[in-house]
């Protein structure tokens, strides 16, 4: 017994394996049939689940277009002769074109008969244009080929007004899209991932819109179930009720067969009766499933890998550590989404490019896609990655011989070229950035690409390291100054140098400074419109250098503060003096008013933030709702969450908040929509001149009316005329601030002033 498992020792074994992996197997086939039912019942709610969340958010888009036409029907009935109809029609035109690309045209009926925008008739047979001014009520039309070329679709709506009894907008088809599903894809349930296409139907069956992550039928004139559809799914019993359910308009689910993966397809109709509008969807099963549809064939496949690994165990011991070694290496000096070196691998590039090449000169510059964060979020992460797939191409191809690159982090990449003089260098950059700007992804007309390339000239006298060369050209990007147009060159200048110092030497005072109270307190008072008196201040705050004789401009030393984070004291310190000033007043029986306090985004962050503020308020004995603390909107936007949650701790102790900077960001009123903010303080660009005064009106009324709707108090900073403070006024803001009212005065002044005021 002992020779024989001696000679067949392994074969016996793996015999046993193989048994009892068979019987295993046997058994999963035996249950598989029912088991595959279940979950192709539960993978089709669960598709039909997320296909109703994208049918809400294109009704919403439906929704918002039916509004817009009930506020402007609404705008034609205040007309009070036709005059102001015709200077009202004009002056919408004139206003959504700018605001929205996909806006055609404006249509009003009169005596039965269609007039465009510009009041001339419609003599083109736009059939549903004609349609829509036979119908009541708000409706939106199906698609239709509006003046011979356009494909649109019209939101119709009556009219009471003198001359008019109808009007309709006609926009380009693609208003009604699936653009906001992506923001929906990343938010979605674990369960749920991206479907293979999104498809937007008109009521005949044509794509309006799609969405996909393989092919799919162009938008064209063959209806969807008579051609695309039909070529897809190829067993018919799933076929015809698809088709009907298309045809339709009637809300489906089925799971079929395509090419050998197993999908799930979903039919929802939106809720417009008019335009009858359809979303068709088809998803992997697995992707809405879940890895439990895998089940028997991941078992599968495990018995298949356990037999492999038996075959190949010895030449895994031998390798192993070479592949773990190279794997490393790979995910360190490697980007793994677009393939590339990172910095670590620069840098050592750097160093060999260096010493392979000791007389010739290289610039060593860093790439960077400005706002690449923003098209981020305006475009989705699927356009944003493209993009960097298209940029990262253009660098890689225009590397000569000796040359290196890599991707760093947020559009950003290192470069490492031949340097002659400047002159032949930027050619050469404007020659790349042409090529990166051609990103196909991102209408042009719509948004630029926009560059600047931060260029230090290595000084190979210096002797310098690489991370010596790669710091110098961060100081580059972090110090040259923003310049308008596509695409800029930053150079290593002596203005940079003198920057670094200047950063360097307020670091160096600015503990001193603390200590020495070198920091002063100075108060904006704020002015109720409708009070007509003070309503509180806004605490500034402001260094003296005496070293210098005179104060720092803020602009010179906040920012600094906050990327290092010496914020954080001087947020607590101004808090703090701020507290103990109001508890001086009440004790010495003087008028005191509520006042703001700035917290920046790096001591809203603290862990403690929250406890010692609470604590301060209390030491001092400062009633609730007399500090107001405000968080600029750029840092609400980024850390939504976390606001929403510090906000409502802080009415819980006391304070009220304010919303600083409102209309700078890209989402303002979203963040309206998940912070419980008691204030928002408009910036000043809203009453500064745009392209038209009235277009300026339009935007200030809008802002501050649905602001005020929210039961938020609005205030308008910066304000300096007596033109802004009574357009103001009559749009019903609350408060202002600005010269106009006072400027910012010392503590001891400003205590004159209420002082005088209370008088």
């Known amino acids: 017994m002992k020779e024989f498992f001696r000679k067949y020792g392994k074969e016996t074994i793996f015999a046993m394996i193989i048994i009892v992996c068979l019987g295993f197997f046997v058994n999963i086939l035996a249950v598989g049939k029912d088991y595959s039912r279940g979950v192709e019942a539960q993978a089709v709610e669960r598709a039909q689940f997320y296909s109703s969340e994208q049918v809400a958010r294109v009704n919403a888009d439906i929704t918002l277009l039916k509004n817009e036409a009930d506020f402007f029907a609404k705008k034609l009935s205040e007309c009070v002769s036709e005059a102001d109809e015709e200077q009202l029609i004009r002056s919408a035109r004139a206003y959504y074109i700018p605001r929205n690309n996909k806006f055609v045209d404006l249509v009003v009926y009169a005596d039965g008969k269609a007039y465009d925008s510009q009041l001339f008739p419609i003599t083109s047979p736009d059939s549903e244009i004609t349609a829509a001014g036979e119908k009541t009520g708000t409706i939106l039309s199906p698609v239709f080929q509006y003046d011979g070329s356009i494909m649109a679709v019209a939101v119709s709506a009556d009219v009471n007004a003198l001359t008019i009894d109808r009007f309709a907008f006609v926009y380009d088809r693609a208003i009604i899209s699936l653009d906001s599903l992506g923001k929906f894809d990343a938010s979605a349930p674990e369960f749920v991932s991206k479907p293979e296409y999104v498809l937007l139907l008109k009521h005949d069956g044509r794509v309006i819109d799609s969405r996909s992550v393989t092919a799919v039928p162009e938008i064209g004139p063959e209806p969807l179930q008579n051609g695309f559809l039909k070529r897809t799914v190829t067993d018919q019993s799933v076929y015809d009720p698809l088709s009907a359910a298309v045809s339709a308009g009637v809300k489906y689910g089925a799971a079929a067969t395509i090419n050998g993966v197993k999908h799930v397809f979903t039919v929802t109709p939106t809720a417009s009766d008019e335009a009858r509008i359809t979303i068709l969807s088809a998803y992997r099963i697995e992707s809405v499933y879940g890895v439990g549809y895998n089940t028997v064939e991941t078992i599968w496949g495990s018995l298949i890998v356990f037999f492999a690994l038996l075959a190949v165990l010895s030449l895994i011991v031998v390798i192993g550590r070479v592949r773990t070694n190279r794997k490393i290496f790979e995910l360190a000096a490697f980007d793994q989404k677009l393939k590339c070196p990172t910095m670590m691998k620069f840098k050592r590039d750097i160093s060999g490019v260096l010493s392979r090449n000791k007389t010739t000169q290289f610039a060593s510059i860093i790439a960077k896609i400005r706002n690449f964060t923003y098209v981020n979020e305006r475009y989705g992460e699927e356009i944003a990655d493209a993009l960097l797939v298209h940029a990262e191409k253009i660098y890689r191809n225009a590397l000569l011989t000796g040359e290196t690159y890599a991707y760093h982090e947020e559009g950003e990449f290192a470069l490492l070229l031949h340097y002659k003089d400047r002159k032949a260098l930027t050619a050469r950059l ?324 209420i002082d005088s005021t209370a008088e």
């Open 430 to 753: 404007e020659e790349i950035y042409r090529r990166v700007a051609a990103f196909d992804g991102i209408d042009p007309g719509e948004y630029k690409i926009v560059v600047s390339f931060n260029i230090y000239e290595i000084d190979r006298a210096a002797k310098e390291t690489p991370t010596m060369i790669v710091d110098k050209t961060y100081v580059v990007r972090n110090w040259a100054a923003d310049i308008s147009g596509a695409v800029s060159y930053n150079y290593y200048s002596d203005l940079i140098k003198k920057g670094h110092a200047r950063k360097a030497e307020i670091e160096g005072k600015m503990d001193a400074a603390l200590r020495d109270s070198e920091f002063h307190l100075f108060y904006q008072p704020k002015f109720n419109i409708a009070n007509k008196c003070v309503d509180g201040s806004e605490v500034l705050v402001r260094w003296f250098d005496p070293q210098i004789d005179k104060y720092r401009a803020p602009a010179e030393f906040l920012p600094v503060f906050e990327e290092n984070g010496f914020i954080d004291k001087l947020d607590r310190f101004v808090f703090f003096k701020a507290c103990e000033n109001i508890a001086a007043r009440v004790k010495a029986r003087k008028v005191v008013y509520p006042v703001s306090v700035n917290v920046s985004r790096v001591t809203a962050t603290r862990p403690d933030f929250l406890e010692y503020y609470a604590r301060i308020k209390n030491k001092f004995g400062v009633k609730n709702g007399f500090v107001t603390l405000e968080f600029t909107e750029s840092f609400a936007y980024e850390n939504y969450e976390y606001l929403s949650e510090t906000v409502a701790k802080l009415h819980e102790y006391g304070f009220n908040c304010s919303l600083d900077d409102f209309g700078t960001g890209y989402s303002s009123y979203n963040v309206l929509k998940v912070i419980d903010m008691d204030e928002i303080k408009l910036d000043k660009f809203f009453i500064g001149t745009g392209i038209s005064a009235e277009r300026d009106q339009m935007i200030l009324e809008s802002v501050i009316g649905v602001v005020k709707k929210m039961g938020v108090k609005v205030t308008q900073e910066g304000v300096e005329t007596k033109a802004d403070f009574e357009r103001l006024a009559a749009l019903g803001c609350d408060v202002i601030q600005g010269f106009y009212f006072a400027k910012p005065m010392k503590y001891a002044d400003y205590c004159e002033f």
